[in-house]
């Protein structure tokens, strides 16, 4: 079964049957009968939906209350002086007004992720403190309340394809439709790693018709011991994963060329990157495919800090201009230190 990822033609709702049309094969395939959205009321777990951006098929593990600290909404982008530009401070980011919106942690079918513009890694968090690996959980994502789509599949040989949907999902007894609830070894398994999974803040940022969103969290940390003449100094490096959306609200082609970030420290270290795109690519937005998005890392030798910078755009007639990355806190688990 072949679901096409971001133009998704709907022939259906309100209980009829709903199809996708693949921008290659051309032919209709049927992936289930498209629900009611629920504007005004939060989505339960096994829920199954389409992304409304992304057009994956996916279900609903948790749902989350997030502060959306949208700047196209409160007062535009944050102004600073020359002498300060490098020095945001939090004082400044915490003066932006948040609004509560609702969020979920939803599986990836694996069969979409060929067609996705988005990176199917999933959440990655630190095994434990005496191991130096990242543990990755594939194939999860955290989407809006308004980018999700409900539907009930016609499937009832495979629903849903992801290794981890049967282990935390168990079909329900209402004989009426295909639908599931959660089994207890996810509620166990949410209970154990909520503070590798849970976030609080969303930030989001316009420019020239382009929109930045970013969702950072926290990792978690590693100890290290140093021998110095005085004894044994032990120093905490943390790490955070931040995930990036960037959408084309105009139409115009334009392709990301170069990023451009400014990372502060509490320790007072400020450090600059520039590189050309982004995670090996220099994605094209467009009509037809408006969004990208990926995830990557950052490490700091203090608790917390924050981040902020720009991404150069390339239009088609070949004019350069940049659109501002929000700045945004890197915030850490503060209990693990006290």
Known sequence: MILCRLRLRWLGRNGRNLHCQPPVL????EVGKLENPQP??????????????????????????ARVFDRDLH?????????????????QLKGLKAEDLSYYQVLIDQRDFPFMRSQPEGITFLADKDNSSLYTVSGLDYVS???VLPYTSTDS??????????????PSTDDSKISYVPRDSLRAWQEKNIQWL?????????????????????????????????????SHVHWWRYNIRLENLVGERVQLRERYWKIYSTSGTLETVKGKGVVGQEPVLTARQPAFQYSSHVSLQSPSGHMW?????????????DVRIPPFMLESNRQQHK
């Open 309 to 321: 910078g720009s991404y150069r755009m390339e239009r088609q007639d070949g004019k350069l201009f």
């Open 157 to 170: 040989d495979e629903p849903f394809r992801h290794e981890l949907f049967e282990q935390f999902l168990v």
């Open 145 to 147: 309340h308004e980018e």
């Open 40 to 65: 005004d009321e939060r989505y339960k777990a096994g829920q199954l939906f389409l992304h409304r951006v992304f057009g994956y098929r996916g279900v609903i593990l948790l749902p989350w209350t």
């Open 198 to 234: 849970e976030w609080t803040d969303v930030h989001r940022e316009t420019t020239k018709g382009i929109r930045v969103t970013v969702i950072p969290f926290y990792v978690g940390y590693k100890a290290s011991s140093s021998s110095n003449g005085g004894g044994t100094t032990t």
């Open 75 to 91: 007062g535009g982008t944050v102004s600073v002086s020359n002498k300060e530009k490098d020095l945001i401070g939090q004082e």
């Open 26 to 29: 051309q032919r209709l395939i």
